[in-house]
């Protein structure tokens, strides 16, 4: 049976291919050392805890075995949310427990709220770079993409103006707090010009923040959804796979009531429900340790990953021509070797040739043709002797590639 | 801030309430006894094994706590399934386990199929009455429904070569065993009327298959994928919620390879992976108990209470004008009281005034209007004494309310 022209228009015209997950699937494939993994140590998953949590919630009595009875998620890890958030400081006074929608992973809640907010031909302004599988949740639903680059504080501003001032954007997405890929953090400062710019332009925010907690010395700064106050333009999304485990697949959204209601229905209609087990284990996770001492472990661990992986690339590759950036938080390093005119074909030849595997930044830019000379980098999953082994390899590509050029 | 008109056109123009959800709502306000859930009987859940096989897994140092390594589902789960299937003779020879996907319960895979299959102005065909909450993923994608009645050995075959003849079909869903909500089976004939149907006038079909292993003295038949042998034409729909627990979340589709490349890249658009955690620990389950032995099991309490509810309501509501039919498998009872002309008004009447919860019949019809005298029951949580108690509710707000016409 031929397929290619029974698929709806979503699938010919709109859907790509996940470029990461290919690469990865190349990379161990070709059994490389991988230094670009957004997925946390694995070592760092709190799995006794969440194995005794797990037993406590099975042996309760209730029930957790039908259809949820809750409508935007487990109750208690809904108030448990909106408290933790509201002690950091990152919420505004009209959110409530009621205002948390919990989602399979900040993926969903991004699908979910383009689904109620973007119709096919609305434009939404990107960071550029900025998240692929955003980007692919977008195009998939037929909306636009347009970039604006993102310097070191955050979005170039004058490049933001004007594209605002040329074209309706209804939803500018960003991931405020040590970015991926570039690690960059948007200062409070240019938050409060843009939520200007959102008031003056009227557009919508989705702030993506899964990395806000992956923090070792600069602050990544409060958040748009807190900074922008009564103002209930901001749609924010947390997730705990970075900070907890992404096994869990639980994420949320905070925001307005009405936007709540609808993705109620969206719910229904995409699952019904979801698994309400694990809700009650995160629960249970998170009200029984103490959160804060686990969040300083993780960070001090991601703190030593980075600082080997820098000093491990800085001395092997740096005389290469890497560049790289510094981050102080999240899990990601953003690199550029200028002399490198095609990165995708150099990642795919460090893969093969050179047994390292890091992705080509061309698949963090909206635009096509971006982004050469650019890697991404992961520490998180680098202990200080694979970064060296891989800084060297790297190193090695490099001059192995350089050479045949 | 003003929603109404920043929400999407699927959102104002195409996304609906559940109708169910909402008068089980209504019903659990008022603390109505429950005649119409589609939810199994609580007691039938495998708690204590579910919690052994929650526990193996846990203690299992594997890691189930990253991202899924699966791309489909787990794969152990995925050899058991199209094992078990296919001893049961529901299964073409092309299958293989990379052909089953796993959602988050048959509704997520009926919302992915959609995407993957229909666009906004293409036209589905379904049964008359059918499952609400598959008409709302339809219409949130902007898919037209055309209805085909439903009679008791299936659909109406003159009608469905009427529409044919007259409309561009490109999907059929269809419910073949103990359908929601009237309790019809179709037969193999008919089914391999509509494959010849499918062939000539070139549509798809969804089968959507939560109700077979509900059995109780007639067999529901063959399914239509087996029967379509080598034409892949037929796109499968498990679910694991009735006769394990609707909480684990977990469905399947069965599909030919190239619509299952297409599954993963909406999953990774979607939610990028599913809980590893929960299918291991299914498939823990299955393999770990005797899952034969658990069917009649619950088939046994199913029929027990079928048999009671079935003579409750011909006792009590018989005499009031209420014509049911009488399954032979599955949750439900479709019923009629010809004198009542606004099912819904009844149903509201009956939840207030008589303190009992039946579903109108107008939601399960595709045309607007249509269904009027029709009712749905369910017995799945619904036992003896609760059924005569129900019954007798039952048949009190009907005398009630026909004196107030």
């Given at each position: 049976?031929?397929?290619?022209?029974?698929?709806?228009?979503?699938v010919?015209?709109?859907?790509?291919?996940?470029?990461?997950?290919?690469?990865?699937?190349?990379?161990?494939?070709?059994?490389?050392?991988?230094?670009?993994?957004?997925?946390?140590?694995?070592?760092?998953?709190?799995?006794?805890?969440?194995?005794?949590s797990?037993?406590?919630?099975?042996?309760?009595?209730?029930?957790?075995?039908?259809?949820?009875?809750?409508?935007?998620?487990?109750?208690?890890?809904?108030?448990?949310?909106?408290?933790?958030?509201?002690?950091?400081?990152?919420?505004?006074?009209?959110v409530?427990?009621?205002?948390?929608?919990?989602?399979?992973?900040?993926?969903?809640?991004?699908?979910?709220?383009?689904?109620?907010?973007?119709?096919?031909?609305?434009?939404?302004?990107?960071?550029?770079?900025?998240?692929?599988?955003?980007?692919?949740?977008?195009?998939?639903?037929?909306?636009?993409?347009?970039?604006?680059?993102?310097?070191?504080?955050?979005?170039d501003?004058?490049?933001?103006?004007?594209?605002?001032?040329?074209k309706?954007?209804?939803?500018?997405?960003?991931?405020?707090?040590?970015?991926?890929?570039?690690?960059?953090?948007?200062?409070?400062?240019?938050?409060?010009r843009?939520?200007?710019?959102?008031?003056r332009?009227?557009?919508?925010?989705?702030?993506?923040?899964?990395?806000?907690?992956?923090?070792?010395?600069?602050?990544?700064?409060?958040?748009?959804?807190?900074?922008?106050?009564?103002?209930?333009?901001?749609?924010?999304?947390?997730?705990?796979?970075?900070?907890?485990?992404?096994?869990?697949?639980?994420?949320?959204?905070v925001?307005p009531?009405?936007?709540?209601?609808?993705?109620?229905?969206?719910?229904?209609?995409?699952?019904?429900?979801?698994?309400?087990?694990?809700?009650?284990?995160?629960?249970?996770?998170?009200?029984?340790?103490?959160?804060?001492?686990?969040?300083?472990?993780?960070?001090?661990?991601?703190?030593?990953?980075?600082?080997?992986?820098?000093?491990?690339?800085?001395?092997?590759?740096?005389?290469?021509?890497?560049?790289?950036?510094?981050?102080?938080?999240?899990?990601?390093?953003?690199?550029?070797?200028?002399?490198?005119?095609?990165?995708?074909?150099?990642?795919?030849?460090?893969?093969?040739?050179?047994?390292?595997?890091?992705?080509?930044?061309?698949?963090?830019?909206?635009?096509?043709?971006?982004?050469?000379?650019?890697?991404?980098?992961?520490?998180?999953?680098?202990?200080p002797?694979?970064?060296?082994?891989?800084?060297?390899?790297?190193?090695?590509?490099?001059?192995?590639?350089?050479?045949?050029?």
């Amino acid at each position: 049976m031929d397929w290619g022209n029974r698929f709806s228009r979503t699938v010919t015209d709109r859907l790509e291919d996940s470029a990461i997950a290919l690469m990865m699937r190349e990379a161990a494939r070709e059994g490389a050392l991988m230094l670009s993994a957004g997925e946390p140590m694995k070592e760092l998953y709190p799995v006794e805890q969440l194995r005794e949590s797990f037993l406590r919630v099975l042996s309760d009595e209730s029930n957790y075995w039908g259809y949820s009875k809750y409508r935007t998620g487990v109750k208690p890890l809904l108030e448990w949310t909106e408290r933790w958030m509201r002690e950091e400081g990152l919420l505004p006074g009209w959110v409530e427990p009621e205002n948390i929608f919990i989602t399979n992973g900040s993926q969903e809640g991004v699908s979910l709220l383009t689904g109620a907010l973007l119709d096919p031909g609305d434009t939404i302004m990107v960071e550029s770079p900025s998240y692929p599988d955003a980007f692919g949740v977008f195009r998939r639903d037929g909306v636009i993409l347009e970039g604006v680059d993102l310097l070191p504080d955050g979005p170039d501003l004058d490049a933001m103006e004007s594209l605002l001032a040329t074209k309706k954007i209804k939803v500018f997405y960003t991931i405020p707090a040590y970015q991926n890929p570039t690690g960059f953090s948007t200062s409070d400062e240019k938050k409060r010009r843009i939520l200007e710019l959102a008031r003056r332009f009227d557009f919508l925010i989705f702030e993506d923040d899964p990395y806000r907690n992956i923090t070792f010395e600069a602050s990544p700064g409060g958040t748009y959804i807190n900074a922008a106050g009564d103002d209930e333009r901001v749609l924010y999304l947390g997730s705990f796979s970075k900070v907890i485990a992404p096994a869990l697949r639980i994420g949320w959204i905070v925001a307005p009531s009405p936007v709540v209601t609808v993705l109620e229905k969206l719910r229904i209609a995409g699952t019904l429900c979801l698994p309400d087990v694990i809700q009650h284990a995160l629960h249970d996770l998170v009200s029984n340790i103490d959160f804060n001492k686990h969040l300083e472990k993780i960070c001090l661990a991601y703190r030593v990953n980075r600082d080997a992986f820098v000093d491990s690339l800085e001395r092997h590759a740096g005389p290469e021509g890497l560049e790289i950036n510094i981050p102080s938080g999240g899990f990601f390093i953003w690199g550029k070797v200028p002399w490198i005119k095609n990165a995708g074909d150099f990642a795919m030849y460090a893969i093969k040739k050179g047994k390292v595997a890091v992705v080509p930044g061309g698949h963090f830019f909206p635009e096509p043709g971006k982004g050469n000379g650019y890697l991404r980098f992961s520490f998180a999953q680098v202990t200080p002797p694979m970064a060296e082994e891989g800084a060297a390899r790297l190193a090695r590509a490099l001059r192995e590639y350089r050479d045949l050029q």
